[in-house]
Structures are given as C-alpha cells and as structure tokens.
C-alpha cells in the first residue's frame, strides 16, 4: 500500500518534463499512504517546500503546452483553409505551363495574382480613362472636321466605355463579396478584356484621320496595367546577328520592378533576348538564358533613354543612360550569335514562343522610340538619340515605326512628347 508520489505524475507529463525544467533531476520516494510526506523526503535530496514547487512548476508547464497545443491547432485551421482556397484556384492552371525560371508561379487567370479589388478597379479605370482621352482628342479632332459620321461613332463609343465602366464595378462588387467562383471570374474577366480590345481598335480606326499630321515614329506605348494580355508585338523579325544595339525611351514607376519592356524567343529557346526588371532585382539583360545586371536608375516616372549594345566576341557588353555609358562588362553569352526567325514582344515576358505570358512580369509604363541595329554604335551615335538630334539614326534592323508595331489587350498608342520637352 504504497504510493509513487512523483512518478504518478511522470507518464502523463512525459517530454514537458525535459523541455519545461532543462536539466532537473527528479528523485522518487515511496511514501505509505499515513505517512509523513516530509519526514520521507527527507530521505531524499530535497525539502518538502523543494518538492512542491517542482510540482508547482510542473502545473504551470503543462498549462503552457495545452495554451500553445490550442495556438497550433487554430493555426492549423488558418492555414488548411488558406490551402484549399489555393487549390481550388489552381484547378484552372494548365499543368506544365511556365518554365518557372524566375520563381514565379504561373498565373493563368490573368490580371494581379487576385489583387485586392479595389486596386483592380484602380487599375483598370486608368484604361477607361486612357480611352476617354482619346476619345476627347477625337472630339477636338471633329470640331475642327466637321462630320456626321465621326460624331455618331464618337457616341457609340462613349456608350461603350459608360457600360464597360459598370461592368468592371459589378465585378468588383462580387469580387468583394466572394460571389465569384474562378471559372465565372475568369468569364467576366475574358468580357472585359474583349471589350477593351475593341473599343481600342475602334479609337485606333478613327484617330487614323490625324496621323497624316504626326510623323510615323512619334508615337508611343501606354502599358496601363499589369496584365497577362496586353502587349505590342513586332511584325518583323530579327535575323541573325553577331552583334547588336538596342536603344528606346522609356518611363515608369512600376514597383516592385517595372516589368519586362521587351523580349525575344525563338523555337526552343524563349530566353534569346530579354531585357527585364522584376521583384526587388536590378534590371537585367539575357541572352540565351545568361544574365548580366545593368546598372540603370529610371524607375522615377520620368522619361530616360536607354541603350545596350552587345557582340558575341567575348560577350562585351556596355550599357548607357540619357547618353552617358554607366556599366560594361563581358563574358555574356560569347560566341553564341542571336538566332533568328523569333517573335519579338514588347510589354511582356514570353515562357513560350509568342506567348505564355506572365502578369507578374509584365512592363508597367510607358516606351517609345525601340530601335535595333545589327552592330555596336559609338558613344556619339548614342548620345545623339538620347538628346534627340535630328540626325539620330533609325534602327537598321529595327525601326521605329506605327507600320511595324501591332498592338493588343488595351495598350495605347499616343504622340510621343520627350523629344518636343527636350527640344
């Protein structure tokens, strides 16, 4: 008829012990049910005030660990409710689509990575304001050439972009109450994006009356919001080249990272020529998947004039800013010539051949003047595009031009103003 004092308590609380009192040794005395408790433990180690603070104290680790057991458990039930909103996300995701290289994971619903809804709305009301412009400018345009015709399709499209504007609202709406499932979303998603498109080619067929007024290289590209569906692309190709330069102007404010302003793939490799900004990194240039950082500073909305040139002996590189070189190196991609027969893309990050776009790689801004040359231009050919002299070279492979540039998903073509500023 004897009683374990300590080690009744012993399996109950098992690893506690260790991680609540660290090096503690416990001693167990048998005490007989109408004993002296401390008369006993006095054969042990310890006094009977010794013994019932480690009791004491045993309580107080065990209520510990239930507080953190019930901390872990709601954390739990967080984080499963997080998973399987993800997974029911993912459902729509094509597997094997992206190539991943930049960490990202593939968005194929399209817009932010499921911003939050009122920076989408943000968002895309800078389209319809964009869109609203032009059509002002239009409006100007009809004053001044009186013509029925012009004015009855200057109200369709007014009409257009009222409705467009209601529907981007009821989608934000249910968006903030969670009415949207992925696949109804990505309906309403493929509407707007239908209807933006044609209310562009549509402005785009009626300011074609007054680019007779306006150089064919005085334009530029608005990239409005961080989509994967709006971009430019280049109707020609680029051969195949052993070296080369490519210049533009460029402004934005995009963060993090402005985004990819352009890129070129060719069957088998869709890392031929790239240049990007994303995440928190510097821009970078690749060629044939090799990276070299560029040492620009224009992410300041203002507009700056850029150009890197490149040859495939030893891989040198330079690159220059408002006309000035600010970095060079070598060992880029030598020996390895630019292929030819590609897709050249401006605004977006290709994964695929002419596709695979991701939108969190797409360029946010504004770009104009893209020019490339099949060689290495000087310093004073550099200089005199960046101050916009009338000598300026046009690009022998690449020129800038309305001709050669077509345009999707809502990006704009406006008059191009830097050179009239710095001029």
């Known amino acids: 008829r004897l009683l374990p004092l300590l080690?009744?308590?012993?399996?109950?609380?098992?690893?506690?012990?260790?991680?609540?009192?660290?090096?503690?040794r416990f001693i167990c005395t048998s005490v007989p049910l109408d004993g002296d408790v401390c008369a006993a433990s006095a054969l042990g180690t310890g006094s009977a005030e010794e013994l019932k603070g480690t009791v004491l104290q045993l309580r107080e680790t065990v209520l510990q660990q239930k507080e953190t057991i019930m901390n872990q458990k709601e954390t739990i039930r967080e984080l499963t409710a997080k998973l399987g909103r993800c997974e029911s996300q993912s459902v729509l995701e094509l597997p094997g689509e992206g190539k991943g290289r930049k960490g990202f994971s593939k968005n194929?619903?399209?817009?932010?990575?499921?911003?939050?809804?009122?920076?989408?709305?943000?968002?895309?009301?800078?389209?319809?304001?964009?869109?609203?412009?032009?059509l002002e400018n239009l409006e100007q345009f009809s004053r001044m050439n009186s013509s029925?015709?012009?004015?009855?399709?200057?109200?369709?499209?007014?009409?257009?972009?009222?409705?467009?504007?209601?529907?981007?609202?009821?989608?934000?709406?249910?968006l903030e109450e969670g009415k949207l499932s992925p696949r109804n979303e990505s309906e309403e998603r493929g509407k707007i994006e239908s209807t933006l498109t044609s209310l562009h080619q549509r402005i785009s067929d009626l300011e074609k009356g007054q680019k007779d007024n306006r150089p064919p290289d005085r334009f530029q590209l608005t990239f409005h919001l961080r989509t994967n569906y709006m971009y430019a692309k280049v109707k020609k190709s680029l051969p195949e080249m052993y070296?080369?330069?490519?210049?533009?102007?460029?402004?934005?404010?995009a963060s993090p990272g402005m985004g990819t302003p352009f890129s070129y793939a060719v069957p088998g490799q869709a890392n031929e020529l790239v240049l990007i900004e994303w995440g928190n990194n510097p821009m970078e240039i690749l060629i044939n998947d090799k990276v070299a950082k560029l040492p620009f500073a224009i992410n300041d909305g203002k507009w700056h004039h850029i150009c890197v040139t490149w040859t495939t002996r030893d891989g040198v590189w330079e690159a220059y800013q408002d006309g000035t070189q600010t970095g060079n190196g070598e060992n880029l991609a030598p020996?390895?010539?630019?292929?030819?027969?590609?897709?050249?893309?401006?605004?977006?990050?290709?994964?695929?051949?002419?596709?695979?776009?991701?939108?969190?790689?797409?360029?946010?801004?504004?770009?104009?003047h893209f020019n490339v040359w099949d060689r290495k231009l000087s310093p004073g050919e550099v200089y005199g595009l960046a101050t916009c002299s009338s000598k300026a070279l046009a690009g022998n492979v690449i020129a800038w031009a309305e001709a050669n540039i077509d345009i999707y998903g809502g990006a704009t073509k406006l008059t191009f103003e830097a050179c009239r500023q710095l001029n």
């Open 7 to 24: 080690l009744l308590l012993g399996p109950a609380l098992g690893p506690a012990l260790g991680q609540g009192l660290g090096q503690t």
């Open 108 to 134: 194929t619903m399209g817009d932010l990575s499921r911003p939050a809804a009122a920076e989408t709305l943000s968002q895309l009301g800078q389209t319809l304001q964009s869109l609203k412009t032009r």
């Open 148 to 174: 029925s015709q012009t004015n009855n399709l200057k109200d369709i499209l007014q009409n257009k972009i009222d409705d467009l504007e209601k529907q981007v609202l009821s989608r934000v709406n249910s």
């Open 243 to 253: 070296a080369f330069s490519i210049c533009m102007w460029i402004k934005s404010s």
């Open 335 to 368: 020996y390895h010539p630019i292929k030819p027969q590609g897709v050249l893309v401006l605004g977006q990050e290709q994964d695929t051949l002419g596709g695979g776009f991701d939108a969190t790689q797409a360029f946010v801004g504004e770009l104009a």
